[in-house]
Nanobody, 121 residues
Framework: QVQLVESGGGLVQAGGSLRISCAASGLTFSSYAMGWFRQAPGKERDLVAATTWSGGAEYYADFVKGRFTISRDNAKNMLYLQMNMLKSEDTAVYYC??????????????WGQGTQVTVSS
């Protein structure tokens, strides 16, 4: 049974930093591309950042470029998102997702349950 469990969300002031984590189990982690999505109330779920199976290539949405960094540790089956210079508009539930080869980020293969990040202005 595949499980993606996010942690590390919370309340932070604007301009601050937060690192969220995703612990993966039940899958060959190093065979999956991994990504972070977010969804604010009343809005669609958006892809924030993604990384290939090896971590050798990364994607960032324009609205987080230069502020967020995605990373992974295949030895520990962990995915991270370092978020710096946080803004109130970054407030959302952040979801971890796993993508197998040939699939699309339009429909990841597995989702986590999400972790709330709230940025106070």
């Amino acid at each position: 049974q595949v499980q993606l469990v996010e942690s590390g969300g919370g309340l932070v002031q604007a301009g601050g930093s937060l690192r969220i984590s995703c612990a993966a189990s039940g899958l060959t982690f190093s065979s999956y591309a991994m990504g972070w999505f977010r969804q604010a109330p009343g809005k669609e779920r958006d892809l924030v950042a993604a990384t290939t199976w090896s971590g050798g290539a990364e994607y960032y949405a324009d609205f987080v470029k230069g502020r967020f960094t995605i990373s992974r540790d295949n030895a520990k089956n962990m995915l991270y998102l370092q978020m710096n210079m946080l803004k109130s508009e970054d407030t959302a539930v952040y979801y971890c997702a796993a993508l197998t080869y040939g699939s699309s980020w339009d429909r990841p293969d597995f989702w986590g349950q999400g972790t709330q990040v709230t940025v106070s202005s």
